[in-house]
């Protein structure tokens, strides 16, 4: 797992990204920053709440166990 350091660090890395982009936009744009951040978290949070409810099901498959289904084997017979 990750170290606290590098956690801090990314963490202090993605404020500075922030309020990069909340200079580079006029005044008055703070809000539908607000707006859009909300509704982006929400997106994640909603998708890893898919991805996990799908893995416990056991929905989740990968390409290789997904194919190996569908295949049926045939005995062959050669003279």
């Known amino acids: 797992m990750m170290n606290k350091e590098m956690f801090g660090r990314i963490k202090t890395a993605a404020g500075f990204q922030r309020q990069a ?17 909300t509704e982006v978290k929400a997106m ?17 498959k990968s390409d290789a166990t997904e194919d190996k289904a ?5 005995k062959v017979t050669i003279e």
Do not use: Y
């Not at 982009?21 to 951040?37: F, N, Q, S, T």
């Not at 909603?46 to 989740?60: R, Y």
């Not at 569908?70 to 045939?74: I, L, M, Y």
């Open 21 to 37: 982009i909340r200079a580079l936009l006029p005044e008055g744009m703070e809000g539908h920053l607000d707006v859009i951040e």
């Open 44 to 60: 994640f949070a909603e998708a890893v709440t898919k991805v996990m409810a799908d893995h416990v099901t056991g929905e989740c």
């Open 70 to 74: 569908d295949t049926k084997v045939k």
